[in-house]
């Protein structure tokens, strides 16, 4: 996990040791470094979360290497931002369940071994997952911002504990990149995103479809680049990021 300051001295992952530990990811590096440069992202420094929806309806997302394909996809991205090469990954249901780090040697079926580790698919509480991030991002003693990808399927089981944790946390260095799988037309995280009265705007959502692993991995980045620059800029000015 990244601790150090945003465009401070640490590097990310070189090309070189992509190649070297984890050469099914290089073309998703590479793609990604596209992406971030036209989104003036290239030397920002971050600690990346991803957070899975594990509700009872992911069952055939599970199934049809849709997550274990975003998951790819934002570790390969995340060797830009941090230089372990790790991702801590947060499944949610009814509950939260503990972050397991994720690492470039490991990537190979990381999904579906931290699935089996769980006893049985619940609902989906939101709240529940955000608030597993903020205790995670607290107790690393990481001083970069940090920047979450938060997959789900539909809209969570209690809103108002929801947007009230959205609300507060728009006081932190945190994030929140929404994406939704599915044809669910996701008017909750729509209007999520453009929740009045925080301090900055902390969150962008957009939908992956129906079938989320054919989308393009250019156009996944692009979407998951898009809002994650103006944040930045609103949180520098709000002295929310050093």
Do not use: C
Not at 196 to 220: C, I, K, S, W, Y
């Amino acid at each position: 996990m990244l601790s150090g300051a945003a465009n401070s001295g640490v590097m990310p992952l070189e090309l070189t040791k992509m190649q070297a530990v984890a050469p099914g990811l290089v073309d998703l590096y590479k793609a990604a470094a596209v992406i971030l440069d036209k989104h003036g992202l290239a030397g920002v420094r971050a600690a990346v979360y991803l957070v899975i929806d594990h509700s009872g309806s992911m069952r055939r997302y599970f199934k049809d290497g849709s997550v274990q394909a975003l998951a790819e996809r934002v570790l390969a991205a995340a060797a830009h931002f941090d230089d372990d090469g790790t991702v801590p990954v947060i499944f949610f249901d009814t509950v939260a369940h503990p972050a397991v780090e994720v690492s470039l040697a490991d990537y190979g079926g990381a999904m579906e071994r931290i699935r089996a580790g769980i006893a049985r698919m619940g609902q989906t509480d939101y709240a529940a997952a955000m608030r597993a991030v903020l205790d995670h991002y607290r107790a690393s003693g990481a001083t970069a911002p940090a920047y979450v990808v938060f997959q789900t399927d539909g809209a969570p089981t209690s809103r108002t504990a929801a947007t009230a944790t959205l609300s507060a946390a728009s006081r932190l260095p945190i994030f929140w990149q929404f994406i939704g799988f599915g044809d669910d037309d996701f008017a909750y995280l729509r209007k999520l995103d453009e929740l009045a009265g925080r301090v900055v705007d902390n969150a962008g959502f957009f939908t992956a479809g129906a079938q989320p692993r054919a989308m393009r991995d250019d156009e996944l980045y692009d979407r998951l680049m898009s809002e994650f620059p103006q944040w930045l800029a609103a949180a520098r000015a709000a002295g929310i990021v050093a």
